[in-house]
């Protein structure tokens, strides 16, 4: 059985790792994917250059090697072993910026006789059988039809084929070629239709040790750095230490969370072409390329705390898929997949959504913008030109809030009757607690950047529509009968169970203190270990309990009890309510905070998963917006920065 570690330096210890036993990693332009056998799982770029991986085989004179003990933290992936006769470590790791990733070898001969080591390396091409792209299988057709009249370049990813070039030369061949690189040369080279296999010798005598080092680089890089292994692991060594450096706590399990939420969240930057870059949601999601604006939001926590400008870029790349009226689409596809348009800008609109008219999205586009400036203090990127539009980033984010208000009769926000939030596997309507809860904050952040701007006239303006709001979110929405907000309303329904995104009104103080200590006790039912309801025992923070009521505004996923949007542990949303209860000093927000982790640790899961329940597979590894826990515990640990919902409380206590 796997069993994980938290060590004290942040990183995670795995005993007995399997073939399955899965670490990923990332950089600016690569997603990278390791088991514990040390195999290359998967190698992506996101511009969609799928290269496959390749596996690897260690035979000491005929006997099959394995590893007993793996480490992982940011970019390394160490295994090691031994038998009686020597031990070995192998080390994966991918360098800062460069799409590139490498293994090395070492092995020591503790033994009185020499010894030979064959190391096999299968290269699998990624594969190559068609496939629709990912959004003509939904009931969402108008996307495809979008994609193609925009004249797409690629609609799924490309995969690279294996060529063996004369001398003995590998190389995997796609829009880019790829090059095999090692330190010696092979002592064999077999070739069939969608794989090689390269075999290196190494002999040891008694005593003595061998090292073997290989990987894959950009071909036009092989001539720059023979031995380019040497800088990666320099590299991904550095950056280690400054993920320890930054993540420190006290606590080894705490300390590891914040460790691998930060690398999680800077795993997720990627560089496209056309000085397009931001924040991915996850390699489960990395193609086609696109920014959400509800992922990015949550996921930039985190990097506001640590590296603000990769925030900027994304805000300014994000700021592109706003309509001209202030509408949003879920993420905006990254722009270099499409040709070139002779249409006018204004008719243009559209062809980069993700999915259209997700009713969160300019709320959250507002909000990560004053998150940003207040910061930073950054007032100029709201004068900045964003690439390829008229408008400046202010005047954009003008349009979502004047979007937002026509949306909202009588202060309250109506959502259509459709998938088009942050639970898009569920049709809420018409009134929704976690769609007016930003609604209220976005305003009240609009009215904190007009004023920074100078613009006290239309900082009052949406000062008192955040008002508004607000009382029509305590007026309309509020349940005194269980003491806590309904999931969402219309005329002649009302989704009454516990719904942990309506916590938001905690998180942003839009509640007076006798709701929010109802609203905190009611949370109690969505923590397993306190509820005997549910039968699969002490496993996180369920997302809703009871389960949705109304079988027709459900499909796919959530239409399942415990799956997905329908009781699901998101650590996202765990991040709101541990910031909640931390901010309460309320003991139980360790629980919130860390039992996602913990759970997923008893899994094998070694980076952030992005949702999980005990009957059903979990979601993807590696997400960005579950990096939402360590973000709560790193700016717990910096007393300088305002509190959370400060602004909102100023906003709404305001005249």
């Known amino acids: 059985m796997v069993q994980v570690q938290s060590l004290q330096d942040g990183s995670l210890f795995v005993v007995s790792p399997k073939q399955e036993t899965r670490f990923d990693m990332g950089n600016a332009q690569l997603f990278a994917s390791f088991n514990g056998s040390g195999d290359v799982a998967r190698l992506l770029l996101p511009a969609g250059i799928d290269l496959g991986g390749w596996r690897v085989q260690l035979r000491l004179n005929e006997q099959l090697l394995d590893f007993r003990e793996a480490q992982a933290i940011g970019r390394l992936w160490t295994l090691r072993g031994r038998c009686a006769r020597c031990t070995y470590t192998l080390i994966s790791c991918m360098a800062s910026n460069d799409p590139a990733v490498y293994q090395l070898l070492n092995v020591e001969n503790h033994s009185g006789e020499r010894l030979s080591l064959q190391v096999t390396i299968d290269l699998n091409a990624a594969s190559s059988q068609e496939a629709e792209p990912p959004f003509a299988t939904t009931k969402q057709p108008d996307f495809w039809r979008l994609w193609a009249q925009g004249g797409a ?42 794989s090689v296999t390269l075999r290196y010798d190494l002999t040891l005598d008694a005593g003595s040790s061998a090292q073997l080092a290989w990987g894959v680089r950009k071909s036009a890089d092989r001539e720059a750095d023979p031995h380019p292994w040497r800088e990666a692991l320099s590299q991904a060594e550095a950056y280690a230490k400054w993920l320890q450096a930054t993540a420190v706590h006290s606590d080894p399990l705490l300390r590891a969370l914040m460790v691998s939420g930060l690398n999680a969240a800077l795993s997720m930057y990627k560089e496209f072409p056309d000085n397009f870059c931001g924040l991915l949601a996850g390699p489960d999601y990395a193609y086609p390329p696109r920014l959400y ?298 629980y919130a905070l860390t039992r996602w982790w913990t759970y997923s640790l008893e899994q094998g899961w070694l980076t952030p998963v992005e949702y999980f329940s005990p009957p059903y597979p979990p979601g993807g590894m590696l997400q960005g917006w579950s990096s939402l826990p360590a973000a709560v515990l790193l700016r717990r640990q910096r007393p300088e920065l305002a509190p959370l919902g400060a602004f909102t409380a100023t906003c709404l206590g305001a005249s």
């Open 153 to 194: 370049k690629a609609a799924k990813p490309q995969p690279a084929r294996l060529c063996v070039l004369q001398g003995g030369t590998v190389e995997f061949r796609s829009r880019e070629h790829f090059a095999w690189v090692a330190s010696q040369p092979p002592a064999h080279v077999a070739q069939d239709a969608r």
């Open 293 to 590: 604006f509800r992922d990015g939001y949550w996921t930039a926590q985190i990097l506001l705390l640590t590296r603000p400008e990769l925030v900027r870029r994304h805000l300014l790349s994000l700021a592109r898929g706003v309509h001209a009226d202030g509408a949003c689409p879920s993420g905006v596809f990254a722009p270099h997949l499409l040709e070139e348009s002779s249409l006018p800008l204004e008719e243009q609109q559209g062809r980069l959504d993700w999915l259209p008219d997700h009713i969160d999205s300019p709320a959250l586009f507002v909000l990560l913008l004053y998150d940003y400036v207040s910061l930073t203090e950054d007032l100029n990127v709201l004068h900045e030109a964003v690439p390829n539009r008229p408008q400046k980033m202010w005047e954009i984010a003008w349009a979502a809030l004047q979007h937002l208000l026509r949306r909202s009769p009588n202060g309250l926000l109506e959502k259509p009757y459709a998938p088009n939030d942050w639970a898009d596997n569920v049709r809420r309507s018409r009134w929704v607690t976690y769609d007016q809860a930003l609604l209220v904050a976005a305003l009240c952040a609009g009215g904190a950047l007009a004023a920074w701007l100078g613009d006290f006239a239309h900082a009052a303006h949406f000062r008192s529509a955040a008002r508004d709001a607000c009382a029509a979110l305590n007026r309309r929405l509020w349940l005194p009968q269980v003491g806590h907000f309904a999931n969402y309303m219309r005329p002649e329904y009302t989704e009454a169970h516990f719904s942990i995104d309506a916590l938001l009104t905690l998180y942003f103080r839009l509640v007076d203190e006798e709701k929010a200590a109802s609203m905190v006790r009611a949370a109690k039912c969505l923590q397993t270990r306190r509820n005997a309801e549910q039968p699969f025992g002490d496993w996180g923070v369920m997302s809703v309990f009871p389960h949705y009521g109304e079988p027709r505004d459900l499909f796919g996923k959530s239409a399942q009890p415990y799956h997905y949007h329908n009781g699901a542990d998101w650590p996202y949303w765990d991040g709101v309510y541990g910031a909640v209860l931390l901010e309460r000093e309320d003991d139980d927000w360790r």
